[in-house]
T-cell receptor
Framework: KNEVEQSPQNLTAQEGEFITINCSYS?????LHWLQQHPGGGIVSLFM???GKKKHGRLIATINIQEKHSSLHITASHPRDSAVYIC??????????FGAGTRLTVKP | KAGVTQTPRYLIKTRGQQVTLSCSPI?????VSWYQQTPGQGLQFLFE???????NKGNFPGRFSGRQFSNSRSEMNVSTLELGDSALYLC???????????FGDGTRLSIL
């Protein structure tokens, strides 16, 4: 079993829909990251969380440390949000572990 | 402010050769991490450097090595290349460890 599990693997939505991507992890962490990767490979760091909730524009990320779970929400989705979203955790005092990613397609 | 710069962008090598990839972090960033991305394994952590010292290392064979210079620029080296080393190699920098990272566009390495 992977230490970082994401769901769903693939997600197709219509423009304007509210989207949720989930991440569960099984190791102790010092921080959790949400990354966005567009076709062509470029990766952008969206959020780094160690507790609570963060918001940036239409994106919201939450983390529940006790339940070892994080969610990434996209409100009013747009075709430009189409990308792969990757959950990554910084294992306490050690390296980074990654989820397999969620491929999001937003149709106009 | 210039972003993270990785060179070269594309590289083709043959089995048994060795390769050196370069990463110039954002000015002022002292932490540099390297990652390998393949279709089968996804993203995997290679190593992290901070102030010229390797802080963490992922589960990769000794053929994979790296270093960081006093100006924070970093290189990674892969010796005795294998077909399975074909991947996108990504570098990311941050001010210090465990801070939001800024990624380069990567070096796509193909092994023939």
């Amino acid at each position: 079993k992977n230490e970082v599990e994401q769901s769903p693997q693939n997600l197709t939505a219509q423009e304007g829909e509210f989207i949720t991507i989930n991440c569960s992890y099984s190791v102790g962490i010092s921080a959790l990251h949400w990354l966005q990767q567009h076709p062509g490979g470029g990766i952008v760091s969206l959020f780094m969380l160690s507790s609570g909730k963060k918001k940036h524009g239409r994106l919201i990320a939450t983390i529940n440390i006790q339940e070892k779970h994080s969610s990434l929400h996209i409100t009013a989705s747009h075709p430009r949000d189409s990308a792969v979203y990757i959950c990554a955790v910084r294992v306490e005092g050690n390296d980074m572990r990654f989820g397999a990613g969620t491929r999001l397609t937003v149709k106009p | 402010k210039a972003g993270v710069t990785q060179t070269p962008r594309y590289l083709i090598k043959t089995r048994g050769q060795q390769v050196t990839l370069s990463c110039s972090p954002i000015s002022g960033h002292r932490s540099v991490s390297w990652y390998q991305q393949t279709p089968g394994q996804g993203l995997q952590f290679l190593f992290e450097y901070f102030s010229e010292t390797q802080r963490n290392k992922g589960n990769f064979p000794g053929r994979f090595s790296g270093r960081q210079f006093s100006n924070s620029r970093s290189e990674m080296n892969v010796s005795t290349l294998e077909l399975g080393d074909s991947a996108l190699y990504l570098c990311a920098s941050s001010l210090v460890s465990n801070q939001p990272q800024h990624f380069g566009d990567g070096t796509r390495l193909s092994i023939l």
